[in-house]
């Protein structure tokens, strides 16, 4: 109900004139619940107001994606709407629809380009400042910490970037490890660096709190380390607010935070971006949808949604 609520609400301010657009909706990839709902915001919307959309999903095979992109432009849609996962990989397929003179709008993924006319997304960079403050005060300004991180995508790169900002003013605060995780099996590999690190270092106190910029390697990280059975030395804090996270937050340690973005209303917001921009509308270039620090004080709320 909510999310119908919300699609009308959408659709009441964005005009109805649209019945008219095809629309191409490009997902890099949607095996987690984040990609799912936000392509799927952004379909619900746009078939509700007489688009018609195409669809495509690439399984995580960025050059697949370039194609199915490029073929959307050949095909002559009005618009495309891409969920990816780094730009740099899909800055050609953009600049091909420049070239065609076909709007762009990008959900999380900060690329720049002059068809370009909206991007959506959390603010990373406040959602990483965010779970670092969490952290350092949950450590009371001092301990070793873990770091889950690969780096080369944009908005896990803009977390990162507050991580170390941050931790600048803690000089008390140690790195002992960064522990990176492979695609597409981010959570199977996080648990395999994640057990490697806990072999080498069995001494408790040889960390406090694991950092990581996403929950699928967090839950990998937290099955290593409550299969060991260090879970009540150590935290975790991370971001996405995936079911599985949620469900670890309610159950204790040593899961203790997680960041929920709304990828749903994510896609509601690119596909009122495209549809204004169509009608002739002015759009924000960055839309910033608001984000809430999960912990178990709140998670119920989440949970429940």
């Not at 301010?13 to 799927?40: C, P, R």
Request: aromatic share 8%; charged share 20%; glycine share 8%.
């Amino acid at each position: 109900m909510k999310r119908l609520l919300a699609i009308l609400l959408v659709l009441f301010l964005a005009g109805l004139a649209v019945a008219s657009y095809t629309i191409a909706v490009s997902a890099a990839a949607i095996h987690h619940e984040f990609s799912l709902k936000a392509n799927q915001g952004a379909i619900d919307t746009l078939e509700a107001a007489g688009v018609r959309v195409i669809f495509t999903e690439a399984g995580g095979d960025e050059l697949r994606q370039v194609a199915y992109i490029e073929n959307a432009v050949q095909l002559g849609v009005d618009g495309i709407i891409i969920h990816g996962i780094t730009g740099e990989a899909l800055r050609g397929a953009v600049a091909t629809a420049e070239r065609a003179g076909i709007p762009v709008v990008l959900i999380d993924l900060p690329l720049v380009a002059p068809n370009v006319i909206a991007s959506v997304s959390s603010d990373n960079y406040a959602a990483g400042l965010a779970m670092t403050r969490y952290l350092v005060g949950m450590l009371g300004g001092k301990g070793k910490i873990v770091v889950m991180y690969a780096p080369g995508i944009p908005v896990i790169d803009q977390r990162y970037t507050m991580l170390r900002t941050v931790l600048n003013d803690y000089p008390d605060i140690q790195i002992v490890a960064e522990l990176p995780w492979r695609a597409p099996a981010y959570v199977q590999s996080s648990m395999d660096e994640m057990e490697r690190f806990l072999r080498a270092n069995p001494a408790p106190g040889s960390f406090d709190a694991v950092w990581s910029s996403a929950d699928m390697p967090a839950i990998g990280a937290a099955t290593a380390i409550k299969n060991a059975g260090r879970e009540d030395e150590v935290f975790i804090v991370s971001m996405d607010a995936l079911p599985e996270a949620l469900n670890l937050i309610k159950e204790g340690a040593p899961f203790a935070s997680t960041i929920a973005q709304r990828p749903y209303e994510m896609g509601i917001a690119a596909a009122n971006a495209m549809l204004d921009h169509l009608e002739g509308r002015d759009v924000l270039r960055w839309i910033f949808v608001p984000f809430t620090l999960v912990t178990q004080d709140n998670v119920d709320e989440f949970i429940n949604e």
